[in-house]
């Protein structure tokens, strides 16, 4: 049973979705709590079965479903209960706390939370599983009662079968996307997908295109994904940078789109700008995979995913000038990304976050793509 306390998208949710299909592939009963969302009927299409809890609600209301966690664990009777976010983790902990027999108890760190009490229970995890080094590190720093050896790391993974460049965007979907945003035609493109918060980096985006701008280069910026329901304020907070710095009508601003492997497929580079350490960068890995040039900051799982596979987009966070002249950099070679070393991907994260519920449940052996809790 994995808990989460949506399943729209996003990369826990994506990676609950993922381990459900491996679970029904191995013939396992696959069970899914949240709230709902938009990935329910794919979950369950996939053959996992999903109830409906609002586990995620943050009010003191939220206590109710404990009692409603526990009944559905006494029915469905799970071996192991995986908690994906610290609420979900707690109403888990306080619902299984006098069951018998208790269902194994497994955590997965998927953000660099707050430091405080609260989050200290993504280490209580039987296993906790890091979705990188740099979470890995998180935790034994600053939760010391955690013995490191619970720890395993399984990197988010991409999907071949979606990324790869066997399956190219069409010409027939190139026009259709460039008459629908002529603005983008005959320019080089940076695409940096993020939804809008100023922790994605879009400033330092709109930064970038002025100095290429002043610098000669006709680029041009697609924020992708920017666009969101009560988010008016930030956007226009955007603009008036972006008019400020005289390249407003050299920058596309976009809701989120499904057709997200074609636009990285057309762009020229795509960025990763987040202004705080993530644990992850999933964004890397499917651009990588397209062959498509990544630039972003190196700190926390993003640089640690360039500095393996693509150092020449490891850019110091904050760093304009170092940004500047890789970008253009890249666009004058405007060749594709080598890749260094296999990326990670979505079958060794299934196959690993199963061995790890193995031992578990089978008192199987530590599998051996785990070392010091490393993967």
Same mark, same amino acid.
């Given at each position: ?192 997908? =993020? !939804? ?5 980096? +879009?400033?330092?985006?709109? $930064? #970038? &295109?002025?100095?290429?701008?002043? %610098? @000669? ?73 397209? =062959? !498509? ?5 190196? +700190?926390?799982?993003?640089? $640690? #995913? &360039?500095?393996?596979?693509?150092? %020449? @987009? ?62």
């Amino acid at each position: 049973m994995q808990l989460i306390p949506a399943l729209d998208a996003g990369g826990a949710q994506r990676s609950t979705l993922e381990v459900a299909a491996a679970l029904v592939a191995a013939g396992h009963r696959s069970i899914v709590i949240s709230a709902g969302g938009a990935w329910v009927p794919k979950l369950t299409e996939g053959g996992s079965e999903h109830y409906r809890l609002p586990i995620g609600r943050k009010a003191f209301s939220v206590l109710l479903q404990i009692r409603s966690l526990r009944q559905l664990l006494r029915s469905l009777k799970p071996d192991l209960v995986h908690a994906r976010s610290r609420l979900p983790a707690w109403l888990t902990l306080a619902a299984i706390f006098r069951l018998r027999p208790r269902p194994a108890f497994v955590t997965t760190l998927h953000g660099l939370n707050s430091v405080n009490a609260y989050s200290a229970v993504m280490s209580r995890g039987e296993r906790v599983i890091a979705v990188s080094d740099t979470a890995r590190r998180h935790l034994i720093r600053n939760y010391p009662r955690l013995d490191a050896r619970r720890i395993r790391v399984i990197p988010r993974g991409v999907d071949p079968l979606e990324f790869n460049l066997g399956t190219p965007a069409g010409p027939s979907w190139r026009e259709q996307f460039l008459d629908e945003f002529p603005q983008l035609r005959g320019f080089p493109l940076l695409t940096l997908p =993020g !939804r809008g918060t100023r922790l994605k980096g +879009h400033a330092d985006a709109i $930064e #970038l &295109l002025s100095r290429l701008a002043q %610098a @000669g280069s006709e680029a041009r910026l697609l924020l992708l994904g920017v666009i969101e329901p009560g988010r008016e304020d930030y956007l226009a907070e955007l603009h008036a940078r972006a008019q400020a710095l005289s390249v407003l009508e050299r920058i596309t601003f976009m809701p989120s789109r499904p057709d997200v492997f074609e636009v990285y497929l057309i762009s020229d580079i795509v960025l990763q700008l987040s202004t705080r350490p993530e644990s992850f960068g999933r964004v890397v890995i499917e651009a990588l995979s397209l =062959g !498509r040039p990544v630039l972003g900051y190196a +700190h926390g799982g993003v640089g $640690e #995913l &360039l500095q393996s596979h693509y150092p %020449a @987009g490891a850019v110091e966070p904050r760093d304009i000038d170092a940004l500047t002249i890789a970008a253009l950099a890249l666009l004058q070679a405007h060749s594709p990304a080598t890749v260094s070393g296999a990326l990670p991907n979505v079958s060794n994260l299934q196959r690993l976050t199963l061995s790890v519920y193995a031992e578990l449940i089978d008192g199987a052996a530590v599998d051996p793509a785990f070392a010091d809790g490393r993967s």
